[in-house]
């Protein structure tokens, strides 16, 4: 299953109340799947809280059976409140349902088995003419210790990037959409300056989202700073 796009930016009231995801089918049988919304809450350290929010969202069709090949326009309208304060986030879940195995299939174990595919969009609704404001409150180098896994020895702490953004406008933000550029100093105390990649910055970050009203801290793997002031950057 692929579901595209998986990043939808909406407004509560105007054209842009309403917006398309698209369910394609890569396997070789029909895909049964249904889509469900999510309120979606992060905090600053990026914790998410989810609870189910179907009626903010008029979704059609809400299910379907595609077949081999096959593609789908799911079409969502925002029916929530249309004089929103701030942005809200929701995932769109595009949920893959179990379907009955062909005759003679099930003659092993194996065959009885199916892998059942979530995909998820985020969903973001704003009010119309909302900006973001986005500030950098705290930029450093730190030390951090990796998670380990169960029975696995300890590994020595690498150096990172700890990063602060804190957003006071009513309209979101989604960060990864700029270059991040680092300034400082090395251990040394010799100028050192790191550009981040779109691609490092979307396996570090994801979309970079800041919430409307709220701070995010991120930590970003890059090393060879020193304990001296640093400052972020934001280029086009």
Do not use: C
Not at 118 to 128: E, Q, T
Request: hydrophobic share 40%.
């Amino acid at each position: 299953m692929r579901v595209s796009p998986m990043v939808i930016e909406m407004e509560s009231r105007g054209s842009d109340s309403v917006a398309r995801v698209e369910v394609q089918n890569v396997n070789e049988g029909n895909l049964a799947f249904e889509a469900r919304i999510l309120r979606m809450e992060i905090d600053e350290s990026g914790k998410i809280v989810e609870t189910p929010a179907d009626d903010q969202f008029l979704v059609f069709p809400p299910q379907g059976v595609l077949p081999a090949g096959g593609r789908q326009v799911v079409r969502l309208q925002w029916v929530g409140d249309p004089t929103l304060a701030a942005s809200q986030a929701y995932y769109v879940s595009i949920n893959q349902l179990p379907v009955k195995l062909a005759p003679g299939t099930t003659e092993s174990v194996a065959a009885q088995v199916q892998v059942l595919y979530h995909m998820r969009a985020l969903a973001v609704v704003a009010p119309p003419g909302a900006k973001p404001d986005v500030e950098t409150t705290l930029v450093r180098s730190v030390l951090v210790e990796l998670p380990t896994k169960e029975g696995e020895e300890a590994r020595p702490p690498v150096n990172v990037v700890e990063i602060r953004l804190k957003n006071s406008g009513r309209r979101h933000a989604m960060m990864s959409n700029f270059g991040w550029r680092l300034e400082g100093f090395d251990a040394n105390g010799d100028p050192l300056r790191v550009d981040v990649s779109a691609e490092e910055l979307n396996q570090a970050v994801g979309t970079g989202y800041v919430p409307a009203l709220g701070e995010r801290t991120f930590l970003l793997p890059v090393s060879g700073f020193g304990p001296q002031p640093m400052r972020l950057l934001f280029t086009q």
